[in-house]
């Protein structure tokens, strides 16, 4: 008999888990019901891997499950894997073929374990349902959708469709904040160097030939000294620092008050705000797209999202569809979290009966405002870094040679 994990509220609120023995998901959940709790989570437990060692990892090498695989290489994959099928190659055959031409080792692995469970009887999802890592939620729920309606060639375009898009926005928001972080770290590091390493080998001559220092060489020499002192007691507060930042990012309660915090960022909260919500809407809209369930879809975004006061409301919104009540409520509540413009198309979308349309257009508008604001963003902050990095620099250099020239003209008086 399948054993159902689940995750649910009691009627104070009070998160509960566990799993139930039951024959179906739908006598799990009338039975949850029944304790008078709000069910958030419901989903079967996963069988062993019959190709497992007896330490629980998949057969030849226990390392393999440490290798991550790249979104490319499996969009590369689903492309080839939908040419093949629409030619008219078995799904067998197809995985095989795919296993044979694949140079990398845990790509190959997972493509050959997929191949025996196909061929054990398992449908191609509860196959790759054994990779979480490999194949989230949302892409074994496509799939399931279009194994169910015979449609599994339409569900994988749409599979390659939204990662190849997601890829897309990730890359462009690595990239955009990969300079500014760059030359943030270097900002502190040319300063370091300049005040602790240069400025002290030049401090004996400079203080040898007497008369008064101008304050900026003053400043300098005061750093100088003061850098060896102070230096152990400012990294350890740093790390003090970080180590509570980490503790709180850790807990569930603190956690939710940071990541409301990035979203309002000066300057980098916009664009976590919008790449935020252009993950929530072109997720969801396909996986309505293709069939999947609003409450198993809003699930799949739960655990797909980062972001717990995202979370949170994505689980508000699962609770209300278990009442029977509309979407629109708490994102129209968390204004905070998603712009109004969100939870006002949602509304319409509910009263049109087309959300799916609805959330694939709010997806659109997103994905080009974050274009904009990313561009906005390089365009300001690359300057203002680099005006900032030569300012430090020119003011360092420029204490060094006044200094020197003021030592040799008392030198030459």
Known sequence: ????????????????QGSLTV?????????????????????????????????GAPEGDILMRLGVVKQNDIVIIFKQMAAMLRSGITLVVTLSLLAEQTKKRKLKHILSVLQREVEAGRVLSEAMSIFPRTFPKYITSMIQVGEATGLLEESLDSVISLMEERIHISRRVIT??????????????????????????????????????????????????????YAPKILLGIGIAAGIIVICYLLPTTRYYI???????????TVFQYALVYHFTRVLSVLLESGVPILDALRIIDESTGNHAAKRVIQEMAERVLRGDDLSAPLLKATNVFPPVVGTSVRVGEETGSIDSSLSMIADMFRDLLETQ??????????????????????????????IISSYGRLAA
């Open 1 to 16: 008999m399948p054993r159902f994990n689940y995750e649910a509220l009691d009627l104070r609120g009070k998160p509960v």
């Open 176 to 229: 955009s904040l990969i300079y500014p972080t760059i030359v943030l770290l270097a900002v502190p590091a040319a300063a370091v160097f300049l005040i602790w390493y240069v400025f002290p080998r030049m401090m004996p001559f400079i203080t040898s030939m007497g008369g008064k220092l101008s304050w900026n060489v003053e400043l300098m020499i005061a750093l100088a000294e003061g850098f060896p002192i």
């Open 23 to 55: 024959t179906t998901i739908t006598e799990a959940a009338t039975v949850l019901r029944s304790r008078d709790l709000v069910i958030t989570k419901l989903h079967e437990q996963e069988p062993a891997d019959e190709h497992s060692t007896a330490s």
């Open 374 to 403: 990313l561009n906005r963003l390089v365009a300001f902050v690359e300057p203002a870094l680099i005006l900032f990095l030569g300012a430090l620099v020119g003011f360092v250099a420029s204490t060094m040679v006044s200094a």
């Open 259 to 269: 990541d409301l915090f990035k979203l309002h960022l000066p300057l980098f909260g």
